[in-house]
């Protein structure tokens, strides 16, 4: 009997017992204690956090970026090795179909902020030059390097850190040694029982659970404020905190439906539903837009990523303006570092039955592709019709306004105001299907198993959709706030996936030996 199959007694019942209480209170503890703080003085957390945004930024940025590198290089050479025929999960064959599979890995991390940055990122970089390239802004030789940076921030080392060696770990002790589905099991291999049996273990799950609703309440906020100028600018319905509200109140019921309906139905609907859609703009862009400029523009830009991919993904304070790698390459590295432990167990849980070399090249390769490809479409077309003069966005994205930037390059797309609409729809989606997943991810940290009581599924859903309401309440520039915090919890999380450099390696090996296939 499953989850899905308990009676509602006993499933309300369960709440309390099927959650870690170290976790539970810890991380309740965290949103009451940085929500309280933020109404009692929301310059002095701002100041405080920014503070510490900075100082990580400076001094621990190098770090992430070389645990990323090593990270997906690891990754690679895993798959390729005889240890990637051998499948995960103890199971003969996948448990879930490709296209289902592959769209739940897709949404998840796009959906996580993707969206939001895939139009206006690429044209930020086009109007400000990036430090590891030397062509003139706004001209058309600042194209293919404005692109190339913004495919350095989604790209394959984003998305191996993601899914990779830590989900590997998490496999072998979960499916292969019965330990628990949680992000503590990613040190079992290197401090045994203790960690798995103590509070220490309780500890290690609740920073990351805390890493990850910073990192989901700020696009679960933004999307609000996105929707809400959205539909002023498309439609003129107001553009003020009562929208945002209904827009919070819709987004959270489609995601807390489809969390506790779990993994086969909810979950892979709106995933599949949310591809589907993707596609269906995406054709339409490329075939009724700019095409041979987005195709050539693709082509000279990848070929930017590939040549002068250490460049990028190796620029420090040193050679480029602090400020730059503070608000991108190590806010974003950062960040992806915070996500990692629960996409990992997400990942292992949808991934059981595939091979190891399936999972990698899914996550690691395939993904970030397709990534790109969103992120030529949107933003190539945007800096298409910037370099036109359709439009002139150099001093919104100067401010950071993204959900300017979106909206304007979606209304110069072919459709126009039913384009951005659709667009506006597909955000929405996207950002419900990282919720439904986080929600379903948070839910199996606290329950250390892969089939957690639907209502808490809800709960954990349900809280992030509360703190983002009372945050933007206060102002959207709290949910910013939050999403800087992110930054400070990478530091503990980075040394909690670091052993996976090399027991994410061992895992494999010792799955392929096992299976007889190494």
């Not at 592959?102 to 998840?108: A, E, G, K, R, Y």
């Not at 309906?261 to 599949?272: E, M, P």
């Not at 198993?449 to 959207?476: C, K, Q």
């Amino acid at each position: 009997m499953t989850a899905e199959t308990v009676p509602a007694e006993g499933t309300r019942s369960r709440l309390l017992t099927d959650s870690d209480p170290v976790v539970l209170t810890l991380t309740i503890g965290f949103i009451l204690l940085f929500v309280s703080a933020s109404v009692l003085d929301s310059d002095y957390v701002a100041s405080l956090i920014g503070n510490g945004f900075t100082w990580t930024a400076k001094y621990l940025g190098s770090f992430f970026q070389v645990l990323l590198l090593l990270t997906f290089f690891i990754a690679i050479g895993t798959a390729v090795s005889r240890a990637g025929a051998a499948r995960l999960g103890g199971l003969d064959k996948p448990e879930i179909g490709r296209f289902r599979w592959l769209s739940m890995i897709l949404c998840t991390l796009l959906a996580g902020g993707g969206v939001f940055f895939a139009a206006g990122e690429p044209v930020y970089h086009f109007v400000v030059s990036p430090p590891a390239f030397d062509a003139e802004a706004g001209t058309p030789a600042a194209t293919a390097p404005a692109l190339a940076q913004s495919f350095t921030h989604w790209g394959f080392l984003a998305w191996a850190v993601l899914g990779s060696l830590t989900a590997l770990v998490l496999s072998r002790a979960h499916y292969g040694q019965g330990k628990p589905l949680q992000p503590r099991t990613l040190l079992y291999p290197v401090l045994g029982e203790r960690v798995i049996q103590g509070r220490l273990g309780g500890v290690v799950d609740a920073f990351c659970v805390i890493a990850v609703v910073a990192g989901t309440v700020g696009p679960i906020g933004f999307l609000a404020t996105q929707m809400s100028f959205g539909l002023h600018e498309l439609f003129g319905i107001a553009d003020g905190y009562g929208t945002q509200l209904t827009v919070l109140v819709v987004l959270a019921g489609v995601y807390m439906t489809s969390a506790m309906s779990g993994l086969h139905k909810g979950i892979q609907l709106l995933s599949r539903f949310n591809v589907l859609l993707a596609l269906a703009i995406a054709a339409v862009i490329l075939v009724f837009g700019p095409t041979l400029f987005l195709v050539n523009t693709y082509t000279q830009s990848m070929g930017e990523y590939v040549s002068s991919f250490f460049a990028m993904a190796t620029m420090t304070s040193e050679t480029a303006p602090d400020w730059w790698m503070k608000w991108w390459t190590v806010f974003f590295f950062a960040w992806f570092i915070g996500y990692t432990p629960l996409m990992a167990v997400f990942v292992s849980r949808i991934s059981r039955g595939r091979t190891i070399r399936e999972m990698i090249v899914a996550v690691a390769v395939l993904a970030p592709v397709a990534t790109t490809v969103w992120f030529t479409l949107l933003g190539g077309s945007g800096i298409y019709h910037q370099l036109a003069g359709t439009f002139d966005l150099t001093e919104a994205l100067g401010n950071f306004q993204f959900d300017v930037a979106t909206l304007t390059v979606a209304q110069a797309l072919p459709g126009g105001t039913w384009m951005a609409a659709a667009i506006l729809l597909l955000t929405t989606i996207f950002v419900a299907t990282t919720g439904d997943s986080m929600s379903y991810a948070i839910a199996m940290v606290g329950a250390g198993h892969d089939e957690p009581n639907p209502w808490i599924r809800v709960f954990w859903g349900g809280a992030m959709a509360l703190m983002a309401a009372i945050l933007l309440y206060m102002g959207a520039g709290q949910i910013g706030v939050l999403q800087q915090f992110i930054v400070l919890t990478a530091i503990p999380v980075s040394l909690i996936i670091l052993p996976s450099l090399w027991t994410g390696p061992k895992a494999a090996m010792a799955m392929a030996r096992e299976q007889g296939v190494a």
